[in-house]
């Protein structure tokens, strides 16, 4: 995709953000191999299918992207915001992703391996990062704490494969 078109979709979709027009980026299938997105707002587009090797992401807002069946070979997602992403069937990073029993709908533990983040909700950090999170939030459920540290551990097991 060349840069002026990419400018253009990437502004409109910056508007539709703001609610003054615009329309949500449709990036699906986009071959957006070796681009500069560095700091771009894509929160809420689409990029199923997008062509993502070598792309630059660093800082790049990608919550609630769907991100399906994209390839993401070499991708630099450094200071990214992964928060809400479809991960299903990327291709070039490994994934995990487990639902995790708890009151909210749709809560998952998301794991990037090669990145080595833990996703979860609105949280996005380290592992130590996490059980500290989880330590606070559920100080006073046990049960609920509990439930993560099992998944977390189920994560671990299954990336050491």
Known sequence: MKKEELDIILENHGKWLRDEGGERAD?????????NLRFANLRLADLRGA????????GVDLSNV???YANFRGVD????????VNWQHVEGLTVICVQVDTTRKNNQI??????????TGCFQGTLDELK???EQTHKYNEKLKKRYYRV???ILREAKE
């Open 110 to 119: 998301a794991y990037i391996k090669e990145l080595d983040i833990w996703i």
């Open 132 to 134: 500290a999170s989880v």
């Open 66 to 68: 769907n991100l399906s």
């Open 51 to 58: 062509y993502l090797s070598y792309a630059n992401f660093r």
């Open 77 to 84: 997602l450094s200071d990214a915001n992964l928060n809400w």
């Open 27 to 35: 990036l699906s299938n986009a071959d957006l191999k070796n681009t």
């Open 152 to 154: 977390i551990d189920f």
